[in-house]
């Protein structure tokens, strides 16, 4: 098993940054990547960035959040962000961080998916007003 536990939520002004972070236990060594999903109300959640856990960085992001997100890892803390820049009242949701087992990512072929994923953290609201 893997437990997840986010932090960094909150209201900030639209232009303002968060750092959201997720923290990795348990079974970490199972992890083959990450991913950072939002939802917001009545909007089906999505998956706004992706990275690797270990070798190579290779990342995703959501079109909508491209130059202004930045996904990163700290293996040695075990933790991963999500910096977030220049945010929009859209971006506004409750955002989760989940980790991917290799079989199950490659069983879902398409890392965008939930079902990519095992693991998934509780989330945390992030709310930026205008």
């Known amino acids: 098993q893997v437990q997840l536990v986010e932090s960094g939520g909150g209201r900030v002004q639209v232009g303002g940054s968060l750092r959201l972070s997720c923290a990795a236990s348990?079974?970490?060594?199972?992890?083959?990547?990450m991913g950072w999903f939002r939802q917001a109300p009545g909007i089906e959640r999505e998956c706004v960035a992706r990275?690797?856990?270990?070798?190579?960085?290779?990342?995703y992001y959501t079109g909508s959040v491209k130059g202004r997100f930045t996904i990163s890892r700290d293996n040695a803390k075990n933790t991963v962000y999500l910096q977030m820049n220049s945010l929009k009242p859209e971006d506004t949701a409750v955002y989760s961080c989940a980790a991917a087992s290799m079989s199950t990512y490659s069983s879902a072929r398409d890392y965008r998916r939930e079902a990519a994923y095992d693991y998934w953290g509780q989330g945390t609201q992030v709310t930026v007003s205008s």
């Open positions: 348990g079974r970490t060594f199972s992890i083959y990547a």
């Open positions: 990275i690797n856990w270990s070798g190579g960085s290779s990342t």
